[in-house]
């Protein structure tokens, strides 16, 4: 039989039937990439509540947020974020942080930032930071996912030198019906890249998991949750923290809607 010859007609028809257009083909890798991050965001997140069961101390926090973004056009924006941390099961005021902070969108589905935090703390060591960041975003039907990796420079309070520290976020949104309210859930992992033999601890620092439900009316998002953070220290044991959150966002500028608030 000749090599060349054409394939057997019940062998191309195999090949039409699996063959999908391309935005079928694009769907399923994103399945696929979606059900890997968050089996993988399952399977840190069960290792981390195993080593949670080690001797740790408990603390019930509540933490305040506001944020103002201010569209500068559409590709840009300036933002201000402000946090207070109340700890000692909700008692007293542990820390105040300031975050201003600048975007920009080179995409629709990339977002990237430049800012600055100050974190003025009551109780321990206080931090200037500058860090850089880069969000993807994920569209599969109404579930919106968001990949962000983040790097701070930290200049930490009678610790000499820079700590640098590397932060990776995975967060899912899903609507609620037809309610106009949304669920959401995230993982946010926290390490330091170098060690300066004081303050903030080596390697793995903490491990945020959040809860959230949020509604957005316009210009302006609200959303409440529970988040448990898992938080190693360099002397004396880890720490167990119960966060509940109230956050409000709200947009202004010259852009319609909320282009920004709704991460």
């Given at each position: 039989?000749?090599?060349?010859?054409?394939?057997?007609?019940?062998?191309r028809?195999?090949?039409?039937?699996?063959?999908?257009?391309?935005?079928?083909?694009?769907?399923?890798?994103?399945?696929?990439?979606?059900?890997?991050?968050?089996?993988?965001l399952?399977?840190?997140?069960?290792?981390?509540?195993?080593?949670?069961?080690?001797a740790?101390?408990?603390?019930?926090?509540?933490?305040?947020?506001?944020?103002?973004?201010?569209?500068?056009?559409?590709?840009?924006?300036?933002?201000?974020?402000?946090?207070?941390?109340?700890?000692?099961?909700v008692?007293?005021?542990?820390?105040?942080?300031?975050?201003?902070?600048?975007s920009?969108?080179?995409l629709?589905?990339?977002?990237?930032?430049?800012?600055?935090?100050?974190?003025?703390?009551?109780?321990?060591?206080?931090?200037?930071?500058?860090?850089?960041?880069?969000?993807?975003?994920?569209?599969?039907?109404?579930?919106?996912?968001?990949?962000?990796?983040?790097?701070?420079?930290?200049?930490?309070?009678?610790?000499?030198?820079?700590?640098?520290?590397?932060?990776?976020?995975?967060?899912?949104?899903?609507?609620?019906?037809g309610?106009?309210?949304?669920?959401?859930?995230?993982?946010?992992?926290?390490?330091?890249?170098?060690?300066?033999?004081?303050?903030?601890?080596?390697?793995?620092?903490?491990?945020?998991?959040?809860?959230?439900?949020?509604?957005?009316?316009?210009?302006?998002?609200?959303?409440?949750?529970?988040?448990?953070?898992?938080?190693?220290?360099?002397?004396?044991?880890?720490?167990?923290?119960?966060?509940?959150?109230?956050?409000?966002?709200?947009?202004?500028?010259?852009?319609?809607?909320?282009?920004?608030?709704?991460r």
């Amino acid at each position: 039989m000749d090599s060349r010859a054409p394939y057997p007609v019940g062998c191309r028809l195999r090949r039409a039937l699996r063959w999908k257009p391309a935005s079928e083909r694009s769907a399923a890798r994103g399945r696929v990439a979606l059900h890997r991050a968050l089996a993988g965001l399952v399977g840190a997140s069960a290792v981390l509540l195993s080593a949670s069961t080690r001797a740790a101390e408990s603390d019930i926090q509540l933490w305040p947020v506001v944020t103002i973004h201010h569209g500068l056009g559409e590709r840009w924006g300036a933002h201000l974020q402000t946090r207070v941390r109340l700890d000692d099961d909700v008692s007293q005021v542990k820390d105040v942080l300031v975050r201003p902070f600048v975007s920009w969108r080179p995409l629709d589905n990339l977002t990237l930032d430049l800012g600055y935090d100050y974190l003025d703390s009551f109780q321990s060591r206080s931090e200037h930071r500058i860090f850089q960041s880069a969000e993807h975003r994920l569209l599969w039907r109404d579930l919106v996912v968001r990949n962000r990796v983040r790097l701070d420079q930290r200049f930490v309070e009678d610790v000499d030198g820079v700590v640098l520290r590397f932060r990776y976020r995975l967060r899912g949104r899903h609507p609620i019906g037809g309610s106009g309210w949304y669920g959401a859930v995230s993982d946010e992992v926290f390490a330091n890249v170098n060690d300066r033999g004081e303050g903030p601890v080596s390697g793995f620092e903490q491990n945020r998991l959040r809860f959230a439900v949020g509604g957005i009316l316009g210009r302006l998002r609200a959303e409440s949750g529970y988040e448990w953070q898992y938080v190693e220290r360099r002397t004396g044991p880890a720490r167990n923290l119960h966060v509940f959150f109230v956050e409000f966002s709200v947009d202004t500028g010259d852009l319609p809607g909320p282009p920004w608030s709704p991460r």
